[in-house]
């Protein structure tokens, strides 16, 4: 007798217990806030550690390079057999992987602009390239 009055308030308790956890559940929604149109299928996504810059690869082997707000700043062919993106340390470095190849590199993406100097003073070679560097990391 005792055991049959056990297993009844055992499964008592554990009906309450279960029908407290449901209640518990709340109703979501979502809004979507910006969409990106991409030039191929996306594969994956990455973004990187200070959420300024979105990666996207896609299954063409390229990784697209937008910044948050959805416009894009450029594009890195990487290949094919690429599978898989992952942000890397600092605004534009990622890591890139290949199951196929068992590879897995980390990439620094280097954006490349044209400025007119025409006319302006300069010191050297007309046409030596120039490098720009930005420290955006000082507090």
């Known amino acids: 007798m005792k055991r049959y009055l056990f297993k009844i308030i055992f499964l008592t308790c554990m009906s309450l217990i279960l029908i407290c956890t449901l209640s518990a559940f709340a109703e979501t929604d979502y809004t979507v806030q910006k969409s990106i149109k991409i030039n191929g299928t996306p594969l994956d996504i990455a973004v990187s550690e200070r959420n300024y810059t979105v990666y996207v690869l896609t299954t063409d082997g390229i990784v697209y390079v937008y910044d948050f707000a959805g416009v894009l700043r450029g594009q890195v062919e990487v290949g094919k057999d690429i599978d898989g993106i992952a942000p890397g340390k600092g605004e534009d470095s990622v890591f890139i992987k290949s ?23 300069y010191k050297g070679r007309a046409d030596a390239p120039i490098v720009i560097t930005v420290f955006t990391d000082y507090q």
């Open 99 to 121: 199951s196929k190849e068992k590879t897995v590199q980390r990439i620094q993406i280097e954006f490349v602009y044209e400025i007119n100097s025409e006319g302006a003073p």
